[in-house]
Structure formats: structure tokens, C-alpha cells
């Protein structure tokens, strides 16, 4: 089954408690299976390629599956100079609490992935696995140069070239600060859940090392790494989508 093949899921909103219009799609999951919450990058929403490939791996298995948009971006209201990881993270375990029962599997693509790692911390009775694609824990220290870093302290916002868009790519200070806060890398991750990272081996935004760290650094002993040789940050082609959902139907099948 294809994304254009499966009945689209009514975009509904909810509020975390705060007034906040955050945008969310769901399906619900048949008895006794789990649901996968997807979490997207920075600056990225839940209507991507791979959101739209998971979304059609949980129909035709008749999981749950749980994607939003954090505020400021798609689809969601605010304001994106307003977002931070402890404001989108907040967004994220209360979309577990409000819209979901159940087992979960979180998948988090880039910023995502860090994200996910800190939902399942932060929610540990609910989340069983973690899938990070393209994974970017800490990509706040290690994603920035020293003079970048000096540019949000003394001004306040860095604009950077988007390789992926003709908007430059935009950080603010309150973002890099909160995400230094929540740095994970180089410190014991005490998770004991399976977590199953894809990443690209050429990937220009996240190297490869970060995986690696990230695999030491997690307390439990079923952490594998899937690397697509030849492969960049984005991991939307057909066969590299294909790899993400042959990780995730490994985890499905792990806690069941």
C-alpha cells in the first residue's frame, strides 16, 4: 500500500494546555497494537515524504500512528522565532498523553530523532522503541561553528544558506539555548528500550560519528545503526524510505 493509496486522516488541532493551536493527523490503532508517533525536523511539518511512507506502513497494519506539526510551523499555530526544544518537546509528550493510549514506538527524523529520545525519557511506562532517522542529538553544539554560536549570542538570530529550500535556514537564540540544555551526547542515556538508527554515510548535516556517539552513549544493549552507503540527510528516495520501514517493522515486531 502507497501513501496515494490509503484515505487521508482528517487534520484535527489540540491544545497542550496553554491556548496553543497545535495541528496533529491519527489513526487509531486496532486492539493490542501500538501506535507510532512521528516527530520532524527543524523547521520541517508531518506531510514530508517520509511521515506520508509511515503513514501507509500503519494503515496496512492497522497501527496507530500519531504525527503533529510543533508550533510556529506547518500547519500549527504561533510563531516560529518562539520555538524552542523544551516548547516542541512539551508538544510532543502531551501529544502521548492526550492522544494516545497504548504501547509507542516514537520515530524522529533529525531534529526529531533528539526529540524522541527525550519523549521516551520522559515517558517511559509508554514508549517501548525509538527509530531516529538521520538522528541529530546536540546539533546545537556540534552543528554550529564557534563564530555562529558567538553571532546568536551577540544578535539574537543566524541566517544560513537552505539546501533544501530557497529560504535561508534560520535559528534563534532562544532555540540554540534551550538545545544546549537538553544536549545528550557524551553522557550515559539510560533508556533499556530497542532503538533502531538509519542514517545516510554521507550525510553533510549530521556525520556519521553522531550515530556512532549516540549508540555508546544509550544504556540499552539492542541499539543497531543502519547505514545507506552513498546516502545524504534527507533519506526520501523509495529505497531508502524502504530501509527506515524495514527498521520499523523490526521494532513492531521486537515488542509485540
Not at 104 to 132: E, F, Y
Not at 233 to 244: G, V, W
Request: with cysteine; proline share 7%.
Amino acid at each position: 500500500m502507497t501513501p496515494t493509496e490509503i484515505a487521508s486522516t482528517e487534520l484535527a488541532y489540540f491544545d497542550p494546555g496553554d491556548g496553543r493551536r497545535i495541528a496533529y493527523r491519527r489513526r487509531l490503532p486496532s486492539v493490542g497494537q501500538p501506535t507510532i508517533l512521528f516527530l520532524p525536523g527543524y523547521a520541517s511539518d508531518m506531510e514530508g515524504a517520509k511521515a506520508e511512507a509511515i503513514d501507509a506502513f500503519c494503515a496496512a497494519r492497522s497501527l496507530g500512528r500519531l504525527r503533529l506539526d510543533y508550533s510556529g510551523t506547518g500547519s500549527s499555530g504561533g510563531d516560529f522565532a518562539e520555538g524552542t526544544l523544551d516548547r516542541w518537546l512539551g508538544e510532543a509528550v502531551a501529544a502521548i498523553d492526550m492522544l494516545s493510549d497504548g504501547p509507542l514506538i516514537v520515530a524522529g527524523s533529525s531534529m526529531g530523532g533528539w526529540l524522541a529520545l527525550h519523549a521516551a525519557l520522559a515517558r517511559p511506562d509508554r514508549v517501548k522503541a525509538v527509530l531516529g532517522i538521520a538522528a541529530a542529538p546536540d546539533f546545537t553544539d556540534w552543528g554550529y561553528t564557534q563564530e555562529e554560536k558567538q553571532a546568536l549570542i551577540d544578535s539574537g538570530r543566524l541566517e544560513r544558506t537552505n539546501p533544501y529550500g530557497p529560504n535561508p535556514s534560520v535559528t534563534h537564540f532562544a532555540f540554540w539555548r534551550s538545545g544546549e540544555v537538553h544536549r545528550l551526547l557524551y553522557s550515559p542515556i539510560n533508556l533499556s528500550i530497542p532503538v533502531r538508527l538509519v542514517h545516510g554515510e554521507i550525510d553533510p548535516d549530521v556525520p556519521i560519528g553522531v550515530p556512532i556517539r549516540l549508540m555508546a552513549d544509550l544504556h540499552s544493549s539492542d541499539v543497531q545503526l543502519r547505514l545507506i552507503k552513498g546516502s545524504g540527510h534527507r533519506l526520501s528516495e523509495p529505497y531508502e524510505i524502504h530501509a527506515i520501514l524495514t527498521e520499523l517493522a523490526f521494532l513492531v515486531d521486537r515488542i509485540a
